[in-house]
């Protein structure tokens, strides 16, 4: 122990210091997990002294050696840190594979607050070649209040085809005008007419 820790507790212990109570660190301990096992994977729970969840569920199947279905809720007990759901489809605070369902989230379909889609992004902020949200950055379509894309629509769109409150881009239908071609292309994509 260090000089500056042992005066450290030395001061706490000599002015009856009873603010913060000391917890052991149970990162040092061996961990007992509540093992399900179940014919689609494997389930591993802990509940912390204060009631927090922890728990993650792997599927015995894998592909390409990520499983079906990684799921994770919670801090593992182990590291005190969010394990990132890693699968072919991953559902957790942070999700990685070809569906990823998450918080933060990428995979080729994405969904989360923030989703990084190869494919597909729907979330809060999201990219991909479609993608749909509050801020959506696509290649071919995008969706949302700040959209881009070859076509985009929302209240701000920046591509070829726009149709915004307010746009930029080659064929602009917004507020302040129409370019012919733009009402060609949007009456043609709606179904009713």
């Given at each position: 122990?260090?000089?500056m820790t042992s005066l450290y507790l030395s001061t706490l212990q000599k002015n009856n210091f009873t603010g913060h109570s000391m917890m052991k660190n149970l990162l040092l301990e061996s961990v007992?997990?509540?093992i399900t096992e179940t014919p689609l994977g494997v389930w591993r729970r802990f509940v912390y002294p204060n009631g927090d969840l922890f728990e993650e569920f792997?599927?015995?199947k894998q592909l390409m050696g990520l499983?079906?279905?990684h799921y994770t809720r919670g801090k593992c007990p182990e590291t005190g840190k969010r394990i990132?759901?890693?699968g072919i489809i991953a559902i957790g605070r942070l999700a990685v594979g070809g569906i990823a369902v998450g918080h933060a989230s990428a995979g080729l379909i994405s969904?989360?607050?923030l989703a990084v889609g190869m494919v597909f992004g729907l979330g809060q902020a999201s990219?991909?070649?479609y993608a749909v949200g509050q801020l959506a950055i696509a290649y071919l379509f995008g969706i949302g209040q700040f959209a881009t894309g070859l076509t985009a629509i929302g209240q701000f769109g920046l591509g070829k085809y726009v149709l915004a409150q307010f746009g930029i881009g080659e064929y602009v239908w917004d507020m302040r005008g129409a370019a012919p071609e733009a009402i060609k292309f949007f009456r043609?994509?709606?179904p009713f007419r």
């Open positions: 122990m260090s000089e007992e997990y509540q792997m599927t015995r499983p079906l279905i990132i759901a890693k969904i989360g607050q990219t991909g070649v043609a994509l709606m």
